[in-house]
């Protein structure tokens, strides 16, 4: 079993930055897969980005390319996602999610694990 725990969200003015952490316990940190996903009010949850088991392949959703960056730190059993240039549209609940398997996916549903949630709010 793998426990997620989120932290670092909060409220920004457009244009600003933030950085979210996911810590993980419970299970082998660096032998398996991490993402992010994020759910809008009213919206399903999507991809936000993804990281393989040793951060040396990493994928973004288009929507973040070029603004935000996923990495991680196997010794703290923790990932990041570095937000700039953040947009009211980036507004969600963003979450981390493990994999049991070393390459990213997609799909939420390729995920076994989830944090509870770290809230983001981008104010126009």
């Known amino acids: 079993q793998v426990q997620l725990v989120e932290s670092g969200g909060g409220l920004v003015q457009a244009g600003g930055s933030l950085r979210l952490s996911c810590t993980a316990s419970g299970r082998t940190f660096s032998t398996y897969a991490m993402g992010w996903f994020r759910q809008a009010p009213g919206k399903e949850r999507e991809f936000v980005a993804a990281?393989?088991?040793?951060?040396?392949?990493?994928n973004y959703a288009d929507s973040v390319k070029g603004r935000f960056t996923i990495s991680r730190d196997n010794t703290k059993n923790t990932m990041y996602l570095q937000m700039n240039s953040l947009k009211p549209e980036d507004t969600a609940v963003y979450y981390c999610?493990?994999?049991?398997?070393?390459?990213?996916?997609?799909?939420?549903?390729?995920?076994?694990?989830w944090g509870q949630g770290t809230q983001v709010t981008v104010s126009s």
């Open positions: 990281i393989s088991f040793s951060g040396g392949t990493t």
């Open positions: 999610a493990a994999r049991d398997g070393r390459w990213p996916r997609y799909g939420s549903s390729e995920y076994d694990y």
